[in-house]
């Protein structure tokens, strides 16, 4: 099988190195400027992974009078790898299947314990047809892949993944925050989170690895998680339906004045609520660099130490 991977997303270059150590030989690697001024038979593949970071990226890679579905050969099958907008996927599956070709989405699951582990799981939009003849290259690529619909399914499900993940951040804190009020220790409150239902992969895997030794090397930014939360709230626009909790995990997101800058690890994200808690309370000496002590003691939402009880070991 040929193989042709599009961008350098960094989800192409695990992709490659997945590809490698499975023995797959021979997988050609194109620029995406490349594209558009490239001879048919210089990148001729049976398949191509879209390593772009969007799916307008994708759409501009595979659209046009010089685009990938005039020159590809028929019956190629188009892998979309990015962080994509479930309707232009659609739109883009349906322009793909009408010239011939396949398509499937592979969208990532941003598990924390995949991070954790270097693992990798996809979840997958296409027909069924696709999904079991690409299913090889699928279990070479990742770690593990689910079926969850047609075109655009992959990436609502993994919308739906990111706008939870956030949500979990953000609640575990607060919780985190409370209970350190009440005399709880951080690590004794996620502890007793991860014995009960509030517990998530955030409490189980996120804080004890990331958030409370203060480490932030997850791979994940925040603008990824920012832009994966402006899809999704795009998407349910789209849809009509009420925004509910999400327009207030959205919002907590966005880069004011005490939030993290997009480049900075996502989990940053928890430095409001958890800047006031002694940095001998963490296992490696926890400290929120991004929200100055002064002023998070002018803001309601930020933990503050209180003076008549003192956090139980």
């Given at each position: 099988?040929?193989?042709?991977?599009?961008?350098?997303?960094p989800?192409?270059?695990r992709?490659?190195?997945?590809?490698a150590?499975a023995?797959?030989?021979g997988?050609?690697?194109?620029?995406?400027?490349?594209?558009?001024?490239?001879?048919?038979?210089?990148?001729?593949?049976e398949?191509?992974l879209m390593?772009?970071?969007?799916?307008?990226?994708?759409?501009?890679v595979?659209?046009?009078?010089q685009?990938?579905l005039?020159m590809?050969?028929?019956g190629?099958?188009?892998?979309?790898?990015?962080?994509g907008?479930?309707?232009l996927?659609r739109e883009?599956?349906?322009?793909?299947?009408?010239?011939?070709?396949?398509?499937?989405e592979a969208?990532?699951?941003?598990?924390?314990a995949?991070e954790a582990?270097?693992?990798?799981?996809?979840?997958i939009?296409?027909?069924?047809?696709?999904?079991?003849?690409?299913?090889?290259?699928?279990?070479?690529?990742?770690?593990?892949?689910?079926?969850?619909?047609?075109?655009?399914?992959?990436?609502a499900?993994?919308?739906?993944?990111?706008?939870l993940h956030?949500?979990?951040?953000?609640?575990?804190?607060?919780?985190?925050?409370?209970?350190?009020?009440?005399?709880?220790?951080p690590q004794?409150?996620?502890?007793?989170i991860?014995?009960?239902?509030?517990?998530?992969?955030v409490?189980?895997?996120?804080?004890?690895?990331?958030?409370l030794?203060?480490?932030?090397?997850s791979?994940?930014?925040?603008g990824?998680l920012?832009?994966d939360?402006?899809?999704?709230?795009?998407?349910?626009?789209?849809?009509n339906l009420?925004?509910?909790?999400?327009?207030a995990?959205?919002?907590?997101?966005?880069?004011?004045e005490?939030?993290?800058?997009?480049?900075?690890?996502?989990?940053h994200?928890?430095?409001?609520?958890l800047?006031?808690?002694?940095?001998?309370?963490?296992p490696?000496?926890?400290?929120?660099?991004?929200?100055?002590?002064?002023?998070?003691?002018?803001?309601?939402?930020?933990?503050?130490?209180?003076?008549t009880?003192?956090?139980r070991?």
């Amino acid at each position: 099988m040929k193989i042709c991977v599009i961008g350098d997303a960094p989800i192409g270059t695990r992709a490659i190195k997945a590809l490698a150590r499975a023995g797959v030989e021979g997988v050609m690697t194109v620029a995406e400027s490349e594209v558009q001024v490239a001879s048919h038979s210089s990148f001729s593949a049976e398949v191509y992974l879209m390593a772009l970071a969007t799916s307008q990226q994708v759409q501009k890679v595979l659209t046009g009078k010089q685009g990938l579905l005039r020159m590809a050969p028929p019956g190629s099958t188009v892998i979309d790898l990015s962080s994509g907008d479930v309707t232009l996927s659609r739109e883009l599956a349906v322009q793909t299947r009408l010239a011939g070709h396949h398509w499937l989405e592979a969208a990532t699951s941003r598990n924390p314990a995949d991070e954790a582990n270097d693992s990798l799981t996809l979840l997958i939009g296409s027909d069924e047809a696709t999904v079991a003849r690409i299913s090889a290259l699928l279990d070479a690529i990742s770690t593990q892949h689910l079926h969850v619909g047609d075109a655009g399914c992959g990436h609502a499900t993994a919308l739906a993944s990111d706008y939870l993940h956030a949500a979990h951040l953000i609640t575990t804190a607060e919780a985190v925050a409370m209970a350190y009020r009440a005399g709880v220790t951080p690590q004794a409150c996620i502890d007793a989170i991860n014995l009960g239902a509030g517990r998530s992969a955030v409490s189980e895997v996120s804080f004890p690895r990331w958030v409370l030794p203060g480490r932030y090397d997850s791979g994940i930014s925040t603008g990824q998680l920012r832009r994966d939360l402006r899809l999704a709230r795009s998407f349910v626009t789209t849809l009509n339906l009420p925004e509910g909790l999400m327009k207030a995990v959205f919002e907590r997101c966005q880069p004011p004045e005490l939030c993290p800058a997009d480049e900075d690890d996502l989990h940053h994200l928890c430095d409001r609520w958890l800047s006031m808690v002694p940095a001998q309370l963490h296992p490696s000496g926890f400290c929120a660099t991004r929200v100055p002590a002064a002023e998070a003691r002018e803001t309601p939402e930020t933990l503050e130490t209180p003076e008549t009880t003192a956090p139980r070991a």
